[in-house]
């Protein structure tokens, strides 16, 4: 491993360690901004997740959601909305999260860690972006 997945994959077990069940999506941005993760992008189905930090950059591999020839759902405005909402209240794990995306036509998502923001991308170009707040990390012990 680098330097840059080393940093990466260590914010994101630190960061994972300390969110809140309910809102913790911010406490995890939040973490991965100050070890330097300055843009994240998956792409659904694969699952694959593109991180943009100032060490390098990095591209993890997930368990894709599906195998052989997909059809796209057409882009779901409600629905992935509905799926974030049903995240930020802890309703559903990351692996529903992405499935629940997914169903609601989302083909990328973008996290920009320096402008606060998350925007969600369907295949004919349809977007949905939204920010989340800043939040005070829990002091170290």
Do not use: C
């Not at 529903?96 to 996290?111: C, I, K, N």
Request: net charge negative; aromatic share 8%.
């Amino acid at each position: 491993m680098s330097t840059a997945s080393d940093n990466l994959t260590a914010a994101q077990r630190h960061g994972m360690a300390i969110r809140p069940l309910v809102g913790g999506f911010p406490v995890l941005a939040k973490v991965l901004h100050e070890a330097g993760v300055r843009r994240n992008e998956w792409t659904l189905p694969a699952a694959q997740s593109l991180s943009l930090t100032d060490l390098g950059t990095v591209v993890q591999l997930g368990e894709p959601l599906g195998s052989g020839a997909l059809d796209v759902a057409p882009f779901d405005r409600e629905a992935v909305v509905a799926a974030i909402r049903a995240d930020q209240a802890g309703k559903s794990s990351f692996p529903e999260f992405l499935q629940a995306a997914w169903r609601a036509g989302v083909v990328r998502y973008v996290a920009d860690f320096d402008s606060r923001t998350v925007t969600y991308y369907g295949a004919d170009g349809q977007s949905y972006a939204e920010s989340y707040p800043d939040v005070e990390l829990p002091a170290a012990d």
